[in-house]
């Protein structure tokens, strides 16, 4: 049985029961649709666990624009060598921040699944050309 590896199933967004369907419904930069599927379309896995699940995803992204934050800082310093100017680094930061939000709303709910949802497991058996919810 061919299994869908983890890391390519969370870069692709696919449901972390099954790995095969889509967790949103476009593109991460198609405007307008970066909207999260109420049910896996493979499986039928309720995405939001319970009501205001993703109100936890929240501070996932919290952490991911820390992340950014530093990153953005400290590739900023390494181009320009700046130390006058805060203004630069603030609106690089911002910048940055602002342009990967689309991704930090999408991996937020991705890494919510799969890393910080101690009752989601993969499921071998879902991970099947076949469709598990018409079975
Ligand atoms: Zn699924």
Not at 9 to 22: E, F, I, T, V, Y
Not at 68 to 81: F, P, Q, V
């Amino acid at each position: 049985m061919p299994q869908t590896s983890k890391s390519w199933a969370m870069l692709h967004a696919k449901c972390p029961r099954c790995r095969r369907g889509n967790m949103f419904q476009g593109g991460a930069y198609n405007f307008g649709s970066n909207k999260i599927n109420e049910f896996c379309p493979h499986c039928g896995m309720r995405f939001e666990i319970e009501p205001g699940y993703f109100y936890a995803a929240m501070y996932v992204s919290y952490a991911l624009n820390v992340m950014y934050a530093g990153a953005l800082w400290t590739g900023t310093y390494l181009l320009t060598h700046n130390t006058d100017s805060p203004w630069l680094y603030i609106a690089v930061i911002l910048g940055g921040c602002f342009l990967l939000s689309p991704l930090t709303f999408r991996y937020s709910r991705v890494f919510l699944l799969y890393w910080l949802s101690p009752k989601v497991h993969y499921q071998p058996h879902l991970d099947t050309d076949d469709n598990p919810k018409h079975v």
